[in-house]
C-alpha cells in the first residue's frame, strides 16, 4: 500500500540510480510527481521522460544521467516563510547553492531560488542534489 506516492517515485528514481540503470519507470504518477520531474528535468538532473498510457494507470519512462546524489521527499511538509528558506538549505542541501529544495507555493511548484526571487513562501516537498 502506497502512502506517499512522491516518496516512493523519488526513492524508486535513486534506487536505480544508484543501481547504475539507465532507465527508470515511475508507477502510479500524480500532478505533483509530474510537476517535481520536470523541475528535476530543468534543472539537468534527469534526461527525457515521457507518459505511457496503460489499463491499470499511467506510467511515467525515465532517462537517467546520473547526476543525482541524493533525493527525496520531505515529511512533515514544512511550512516556510520567505525569508525562511536557509534554514532547510542548510538541513537538507550538502552546501550553499548546491541542490534545490521544491517548494510549493500559491504561485504553484518552483525551486527554493525562484521563490526567493519571487518573495514567496509556501510549503517544502522535496530535495535533490
Not at 516518496?7 to 515511475?26: D, F, H, M, P, T
Not at 523541475?39 to 527525457?48: E, N, R, V
Not at 546520473?66 to 537538507?92: H, L, M, Q, W
Request: one cysteine or more.
Amino acid at each position: 500500500m502506497l502512502h506517499d506516492p512522491l516518496a516512493n517515485a523519488l526513492s524508486q528514481i535513486l534506487n536505480n540510480q544508484r543501481g547504475g540503470k539507465r532507465e527508470c519507470v515511475v508507477r502510479p504518477i500524480s500532478t505533483i510527481i509530474t510537476q517535481v520531474i520536470e523541475i528535476l528535468h530543468a534543472k539537468g538532473y534527469l534526461g527525457s521522460w515521457k507518459t505511457v498510457p496503460s489499463l491499470k494507470g499511467s506510467t511515467m519512462a525515465l532517462n537517467l544521467l546520473g547526476t543525482i546524489n541524493n533525493c527525496g521527499a520531505i515529511k512533515p511538509r514544512y511550512s516556510v516563510k520567505r525569508d525562511g528558506f536557509e534554514k532547510f538549505e542548510k538541513r537538507y542541501l550538502p552546501a550553499k547553492d548546491f541542490g534545490v529544495l521544491i517548494v510549493s507555493t500559491p504561485k504553484g511548484l518552483m525551486t527554493h531560488q525562484e521563490a526567493k526571487e519571487k518573495g514567496l513562501g509556501g510549503s517544502l516537498i522535496a530535495y535533490c542534489y
